[in-house]
Every structure is written in C-alpha cells, then in structure tokens.
C-alpha cells in the first residue's frame, strides 16, 4: 500500500471530517518531525508492537516523548468522546474508529495501517484436543470471549455464525488480552482471538487455525483526534507507522500490511 503523507495528515488537522473512514494516497514524501509529548491510544492488540514502534519513534525524534494507552477499541472510542486527551486513535475495527468520527472526534480521514487474522488459542499442548470451531461448542470446553462492541468479541462471533457454530462462553472479557490471559491462566480452555496474541504468548499457549472460509479479517485504522494537543506528533506517529520502519515492527509481531 502506498505511504500515505505526513503534510497530507498535517493538513488534515486543520479540517473536522465526518466522512466514512478510509485511506488516503500519497502526495509528498516530507515526514513532520515530533516534539513535546505524544499521546497514542491504541486497541490491546497492538500493545506489544506498538511499545517496541514508541522506542523506535523516539530515537527518530529525539524531542518527543510517547505516552500509550491501551485498551479495547470500544473503551477508547468512549474515552475519546467523553473528553479524554488522545493525539492519536488507533482502532482494532472500523465501527469504533467510525464511532468517534461521526461524535466528531476525528480531524482529516482516518488511514488503515494494518491488518490480522484470527486463531483459537488453548492451553499448551492442546489438552482438550480442539481441532476447529466446532469443538468449541462441545460439553467441558470452557470458551471464552469479549463483549460484542470489543472487535474481538464481534470478529469471534462473525467467525463462529460463518462455522454455524453456537457457543454459549463462559465470560466475557473487557478486552482481547484479558481474553488471552482466561486461557493461559487455566480459567477457560480455549477463545478465539487474533494471531498476534497467540505469537505473543509464546510457550504459554497453543494455536489453532482457523480456515480461510471461517476467517474474519481484523482491519485497523488510525487517526488524529480534533481535540489533539500535539497534531504535528500525531501526524509525524501515524507517518512512522505507516511508513517502512513502522511497517516492519508491526510485520515482526505478525500483523498483515494494510
């Protein structure tokens, strides 16, 4: 996908749109340089890649300081609308990013900057012996999930409507890493969340793969907010991870390009 421009972005401060999010092309290869403090809130998912994108960001830009704030994209999207002071919104789905738009939250067209898949996390070794989506449907596999308005809650049921498969789970979770944390700490058995995460639990778990015709693909754009104390740092942020540098951390943990 084409790098889309940091002075687009810039520009892009300066105007309020309610548009439907997208992407925008490139017009120039000039990259703003951040200073100050960098607010970013970014879904859960994105944690680990994003921690290693922040150091990376600011030995780029010597003068600025990044502070994240992770959470389930629906938490964020509220927080951004009830006020809170993000540069920066990077969402796990479409529907929240377009949420804080349509609040007119958003300042210039959000940019997808990355994409993921889905996967059955288990415990290690696979000790109840799930082998698709159907097992998680049987007596004594304990499954669990986000709530509906969380992505991974929403991408998990898409999923499972696609397998015609009806799990009843046994909770719901604030967000995918809390989902994650049910399964590797023996409180349920298996749930459906993004290949990432299971990467990211390394030893601690095992996945399944999920088939291509049962696979919901996660998308995940990002934006400046109007209410942006730093817009140039939000703009040279989302110019980094859209760029070639960026770009190959969020590849390293196993996120697809947009």
Excluded at 136 to 149: D, I, Q, W
Aim: with cysteine; glycine share 10%; proline share 5%.
């Amino acid at each position: 996908m084409a790098l889309f421009v940091a002075m687009g972005l810039l520009a892009a401060c300066g105007s309020d749109s309610k548009g439907s999010t997208g992407s925008t092309t490139a017009t120039t290869t000039a990259t703003p340089k951040a200073t100050g403090t960098v607010t970013v809130f970014a879904a859960a998912s994105l944690k680990d890649a994003f921690t290693e994108v922040s150091t990376a960001f600011k030995a780029e830009n010597p003068d600025a300081e990044v502070t994240l704030n992770f959470a389930a994209s629906s938490a964020l999207a509220q927080q951004i609308d009830e006020g809170a002071p993000a540069d920066t919104f990077a969402s796990a789905d479409q529907a929240n990013m377009q949420k804080v738009v349509d609040a007119g939250g958003i300042s210039g067209e959000p940019v997808v900057f990355a994409t993921n898949s889905l996967e059955i996390i288990v415990a290690p070794g696979n000790p109840k012996g799930i082998t698709g989506l159907a097992d998680l449907s049987k007596s004594g596999v304990l499954y669990v999930t986000a709530a509906p308005e969380v992505p991974i809650g929403k991408y998990a049921a898409q999923s499972l409507e696609k397998a015609g498969v009806t799990v009843s789970p046994v909770s719901q979770e604030a967000d995918v890493k809390a989902v994650v944390t049910k399964v590797t700490g023996g409180e349920a058995d298996a749930a459906i969340v993004y290949s990432t995460d299971v990467t990211a639990a390394g030893s601690k778990a095992t996945g399944v793969v999920i088939p291509s015709q049962y696979q919901v693909q996660a998308t995940y754009p990002v934006a400046v907010t109007k209410e942006a104390t730093n817009p140039t740092g939000a703009a040279a942020w989302i110019a980094f991870i859209t760029g070639e540098q960026g770009q190959a951390i969020l590849a390293k943990y196993g996120f697809g390009a947009p």
